[in-house]
């Protein structure tokens, strides 16, 4: 099972929107809603922030927002903080009974 | 509230099989729902999800590593082992126990993770 392919980095300015891609093919993202979303800053773990492709968890900000298209999952980061700047990780369940990443996506707020 | 640590050893020699043992508190892998799955972090690398274990003892396996991983689940000790045969230099990761509440999988509490070295 190949890793979902995401861009390496993406950067923004404070306030603006950024968007992440996340591709699989049309045994994994295309063909479920069990997409999830991940943020982790360095030296932590991870957090959920997006799952089953567009549900925020309880607590997660709305400037989080999450989309798919195809086998392209999408998350957007709107009003883009400092706090912001960390690596993202997509996560999909695949059609073999597994559940695959992405190989992560570190967002730069300029 | 909900914990997750796991536990097991820092250094493994290549060659040796791996034991890690996930204790967590706050709910019960005999409670329908519950499903408790290892993932790992190679050092500045990507996530890579392992395997997961649901209440109702039903398995699951990453493709490429199925045939060198166990998991089972104590749930008297609240419990989960993850066992990996025959380990190597690119097993040399932070492993992470992580519990889900629905099918999809997403994790919505993490252990703190813990760091294997294989090294000779």
């Known amino acids: 099972q190949s890793a979902l392919t995401q861009p390496a980095s993406v950067s923004g300015s404070p306030g603006q929107s950024i968007t992440i891609s996340c591709t699989g093919t049309s045994n994994d993202v295309g063909a479920y809603i069990y997409v999830s979303w991940y943020q982790q800053h360095p030296g932590e773990v991870p957090k959920l922030i997006i799952y089953d492709v567009s549900d925020r968890p309880s607590g997660v900000s709305n400037r989080f927002s999450g989309s798919k298209s195809g086998n392209t999952a999408s998350l957007t980061i709107s009003g883009l903080q400092a706090e912001d700047e960390a690596d993202y990780y997509c996560s999909s369940y695949t059609s073999s009974k597994t559940w695959v990443f992405g190989g992560g996506t570190k967002v730069t707020v300029l | 509230q909900v914990t997750l640590k796991e536990s097991g050893p820092a250094l493994v020699k290549p060659t040796q099989t791996l034991s890690l043992t996930c204790t967590f508190s706050g709910f019960s892998l005999s409670t329908s729902g519950m499903r408790v799955s290892w993932i790992r972090q190679p050092p500045g690398k990507a996530l890579e999800w392992l395997a997961r274990i649901d209440w109702d003892d039903t398995k699951f396996y990453s493709t490429s590593l199925k045939t060198r991983l166990t998991i089972s689940k104590d749930t008297s000790k609240n419990q989960v082992v993850l066992t990996m045969t025959n380990v190597g230099p690119v097993d040399t990761a932070s492993y992470y126990c992580?519990?889900?509440?629905?099918?999809?999988?997403?994790?919505?509490?993490w252990g703190r993770g813990m760091l294997v070295t294989v090294s000779s």
């Open positions: 992580a519990r889900s509440t629905a099918f999809s999988g997403e994790y919505d509490y």
